[in-house]
């Protein structure tokens, strides 16, 4: 095989020089192509190819996300929504014109800050709960150790390993409140209402972010950058902590999930961290916002918008997340399952709207 390299590399750097002056030209064409065949297989084999979602990325980047709005156009066709009985949950009893309201604000903002509150013993049930069991620990950029680290971070909140600390995604589904969010129809109705198609939950999660590090961590997401893990998402990000400037608070450029609000420029990088220099250069102060809260706040973010999680600088913060996206194309998660003991009122909801669960299922 290394004999078999040493002897095309030479015609690999010509065909690189001969394409190099069309490239510019060549590579839509040659993304959407790679796509495209990427989709079948993931039609065919329920997984999606790493090269069809680099090209995604790509696709993304150079049409400044004109890509995903019109493969989602196409998904909405065959998976139109859901016809709820009602939008009642954690989230308030929403009419018709309060989901057109939240939705417009979304589409216009990229983010909606609900009025509305986890109720404080759901919080408290949680942050036990984050306390007890193991979590992964991102100890920095540079540290690494050979086998991940693991242990429940309340054994070592005085003292934390690393700036990061998170639950595998199949604890995160096995709790009874987790199980409660996920069939809750008020979220379940902004999800769908957002994305204009039937939502897929696929990606859980709940971190404890610690003020191991002084500075900025890339791998724990306190520089920008864009998501970019699914064709069209919806992230519903709960404190569990109460986060004030000096824990970490969440910060998002509104409007920069809308297409071409990003400049090319940034861009062409990829899927890159960038600077507050970078985002500052581009966006005015006024569309940098962040989300300081009490324990229990409730945001919806079009996460493809420019995002970070601020260095926490004492103290620590916990976060739940759930995505829910109208497709599974895109980035492979490791295997999570529901288990068979579904709490009752989940178990309902996964019969009456199974596409909801096909991620877990």
């Known amino acids: 095989m290394s004999l078999l390299r040493t002897l095309l590399r030479p015609v690999w750097r010509l065909l690189r020089a001969l394409f190099r002056p069309i490239w510019p030209v060549l590579r839509i064409p040659f993304h ?30 150079l049409s400044g996300g004109r890509s995903n709005d019109r493969l989602s156009w196409i998904i909405s066709r065959f998976a139109p929504p859901y016809r709820f009985p009602g ?8 009419s018709a014109e309060d ?31 984050a306390l007890s069991q193991p979590g992964t620990i991102l100890e920095g950029d540079s540290a690494r150790s050979a086998t991940p680290l693991r242990a429940p971070y309340g054994l070592e909140r005085g003292a934390p390993r690393g700036v ?12 009874p409140e987790v199980q409660a969010l996920l069939c809750d129809l008020s979220i379940l109705a902004v999800a769908q209402s957002y994305l204009r198609a039937r939502p897929i939950a696929d990606v859980l999660a709940i971190w404890w972010t610690t003020a191991f590090n002084a500075q900025p961590s890339a791998a ?6 864009f998501d ?22 969440h910060a998002f450029v509104a409007g920069s999930h809308r297409s071409g ?16 220099d970078d985002v500052r250069g581009c966006f005015p102060d006024a569309k940098l916002v962040e989300f300081e809260a009490p324990r229990g706040m409730i945001l919806a973010e079009d996460t493809r918008g420019l995002h ?5 600088s004492s103290g620590d913060r916990l976060m739940l997340q759930l995505q829910f996206s109208n497709s599974l194309f895109g980035a492979t998660y490791p295997e999570c399952r529901l288990r068979k003991a579904i709490e009752p009122p989940l178990r309902g909801v996964v019969d009456a709207y199974p596409r909801i669960f096909s991620a877990f299922l």
């Open 220 to 225: 724990a997401a306190q520089l920008f950058h």
């Open 228 to 249: 970019m893990d699914r064709i069209k998402w919806l992230k519903f990000f709960i404190y569990l902590t109460d986060v004030g400037p000096q824990s970490g608070p």
């Open 99 to 129: 989901l057109a309201s939240i939705t417009e604000r979304l589409d216009r903002d990229g983010y909606y800050v609900f009025p509305a509150r986890l109720p404080e013993e759901g919080c408290r049930r949680l942050t036990d709960y």
């Open 32 to 61: 959407w192509t790679r796509l495209a065949l990427g989709w079948a297989s993931f039609l065919w084999r329920g997984r999606t190819p790493g090269f069809a979602y680099q090209s995604l990325i790509w696709l993304f980047c």
């Open 87 to 94: 939008a009642r949950g954690v989230l308030g009893n929403l």
């Open 261 to 276: 609000s990003v400049p090319q420029h940034l861009l062409e990088r990829g899927y890159a961290r960038l600077s507050d």
């Open 308 to 312: 970070k999680g601020k260095l926490v």
């Open 164 to 175: 990061r600390y998170e639950l595998a995604m199949s604890d995160v589904i096995a709790n």
